[in-house]
């Protein structure tokens, strides 16, 4: 049944309208298709030549109903005019069921009217003019089996599909209002992130910004262009740098909309990250290969924020020590790789036991691509290498 329906509705018509004349035909060769044995005989060539143009109508059921069922009134009349068979009432019955069953909802009543009234008038005028029990019984039958049955059956499925339509267009409905009351929940909910992220974080780097704005001017006007100097410059830098980046962020949970707000930062900014670090006192060698490799937005930013997080860690931990940065794209794939040599006292694998938030963060962004990450001593350096797919959605 499922491979039946499977069939696009031509192929199921032109199979039936096969099976429908070589059914026919048998009942007509072994002489089982009398309705009312006619006065004088009938070949079954002629009633094939009937019988088949009916047949061929019910290939355009579905497609053309009313039309099908009106042409087919001619072999009928001709077949009733020659005496009844069953074939020929059969495959009719079946046009009236298509019909009801795929015209329009008007044409439908009409069809279902016009038959019933049809059929009330058939009998009556059997007993009008025969007055013959048997006469009228065999009409009765011949329009409650051919004509009565293709109304009732047709006007039945045709309105359990409505019913069945009704339910998915009421389905579909309470679907929408699902999404919608889910997209409302989502709105309220980053709406309430927004102003926590703005009270709390945004407040707190606020104040380190405009207390280390203080600090740098003390100190430039106590000790000049010193070391320290610059370390506060790169404090109140970073600071406003976040500041900004949680300003977007911010932006982006209140609005829903990227597009409304300032673009993340991606591996074509990776200088701001190199500058900072040479503020901080960090020398930074950067060796990029990407060869104009067309990025997808998720893998550009997650490739930015894991260089962020490692150069970060390297400047927590390994202060003074020179950071190689190697971003490069091979085999479908995105490579990065930071180093940094380690004093003595910290050369110990710091990814097992109590793993830094830092590294978690960094696995997680390349897991989430479908990516791979590791971080641990390499060579009396520290190494963290990341491989995120460049086949991730994310257009830009």
């Known amino acids: 049944m499922r491979r039946w329906s499977d069939l696009p509705e031509v192929a199921r018509d032109v199979v039936g309208a096969l099976f429908a004349f070589v059914g026919g035909t048998a009942l007509y060769v072994t002489g089982l298709y009398f309705l009312h044995e006619p006065d004088t005989p009938v070949s079954i060539p002629v009633r094939l030549a009937i019988y088949l143009p009916l047949c061929l109508l019910t290939m355009g059921r579905r497609r053309m109903p009313l039309p099908a069922m009106a042409i ?15 074939p020929v009432w059969l495959v009719y019955g079946d046009l009236i069921y298509a019909a009801v069953l795929y015209s329009g909802r008007r044409a439908s009543r009409i069809v279902t009217v016009l038959w019933s009234v049809f059929s009330i008038f058939l009998v009556v005028l059997v007993l009008t003019l025969t007055v013959d029990l048997r006469s009228v019984s065999l009409a009765f039958i011949v329009v409650f089996a051919f004509i009565a049955t293709p109304l009732w059956w047709a006007n039945s499925v045709r309105t359990h599909k409505e019913i069945a339509g009704a339910e998915r267009a009421r389905a579909q409905a309470l679907t929408l209002v699902a999404e ?66 949680m300003r977007t962020m911010i932006g982006l949970l209140r609005s829903g909309d990227a597009d409304e707000v300032a673009a993340p930062r991606r591996l074509a900014q990776l200088s701001i990250l190199v500058d900072a670090a040479l503020a901080a006192g960090i020398a930074v060698q950067v060796t990029e290969t990407l060869d104009d490799t067309e990025l997808p937005s998720a893998v550009d930013q997650a490739a930015y924020r894991i260089i962020q997080e490692a150069l970060t860690n390297a400047m927590k931990h390994a202060p003074g020590q020179e950071v190689a940065i190697e971003v490069g794209a091979r085999d479908g794939k995105l490579a990065l790789a930071v180093h940094n040599r380690l004093p003595a006292v910290e050369l110990k694998h710091r990814d097992n036991g109590d793993p830094h938030r830092g590294l978690i963060n960094m696995r997680e962004r390349a897991a989430a691509l479908g990516g791979h990450f590791t971080a641990g001593p390499e060579s009396g350096r520290w190494a963290v290498h990341a491989e995120l797919p460049l086949s991730t959605a994310g257009a830009s």
């Open 180 to 245: 919608l009351d889910r997209r409302a929940a989502i709105a309220d909910e980053r709406t309430t992130m927004a102003r926590d992220l703005h009270d709390v974080i945004a407040g707190h780097l606020s104040a380190i910004a405009i207390q280390s704005e203080a600090a740098l001017g003390v100190l430039t006007r106590q000790e000049g262009d010193s070391p320290v100097t610059g370390i506060m410059r790169s404090i109140r830098s970073n600071s406003v740098s976040a500041l900004q980046e």
């Open 72 to 86: 087919g009134l001619v072999p009928l009349l001709v077949d009733i005019w020659i005496g009844p068979s069953v």
